[in-house]
């Protein structure tokens, strides 16, 4: 039951993150490629170098509205799931990930497969995942159980690669 349970939030943190990514936003125009191929061999270097920056920073922008979009979730989430979670915590991780921390209301001394439930949540997730790609290509979900008093009951990391091999 408790197994249910965990699948059950990481399914509420699905429908947290594809709430928010199912929002649109414009991507940059051509217009800075068109100039770039224009220029010398040598300014088009730096140009890239700067567009490919410039491309880094819009990913980044885009995945932290994403997050705040998520964020502003939250309450509804934790209505959804009633008293068995205390806290929920959505944040920018490093290289773009996005971190889900499930902080329990009740300690749980349950040990966990996490390899054996990835699956599931992957197969889960792969929407949301498919969806933020268009946005932040290199895009990653960790999902993370915690007991109140922080430890770490079950991670989860989910990868376009994770993704790719799950079948319809």
């Known amino acids: 039951m408790k197994k249910a349970k965990i699948i059950f939030l990481g399914l509420i ?24 191929s224009e220029k010398s061999s040598s300014s088009t270097k730096a140009t890239t170098s700067s567009t490919q920056a410039s491309t880094e920073d819009t990913s980044s922008s885009y995945l932290t509205l994403m997050i705040e979009a998520a964020q502003s979730q939250i309450p ?3 209505a959804q799931i009633g008293d ?19 902080t329990l209301a009740q300690a749980s001394d349950i040990a966990i497969d996490a390899e054996a439930m990835k699956p599931t949540l992957v197969k889960a997730m792969k929407p949301t995942l498919e969806s933020l790609k268009g946005f932040v290509p290199d895009v990653k979900l960790e999902v993370n159980y915690l007991n109140p008093d922080g430890t770490n009951i079950a991670s989860f990391t989910i990868t376009q690669d994770d993704t790719a091999q799950v079948t319809e």
């Open 13 to 36: 943190a699905m429908i947290g993150l594809s709430a928010c990514s199912s929002k649109t936003a414009t991507k940059p125009s051509s217009t800075e490629a068109t100039k770039i």
């Open 76 to 78: 509804m989430l934790k």
């Open 84 to 102: 068995s979670i205390a806290d929920i915590a959505i944040e920018e991780g490093p290289d773009n990930t996005v971190i889900y921390n499930y």
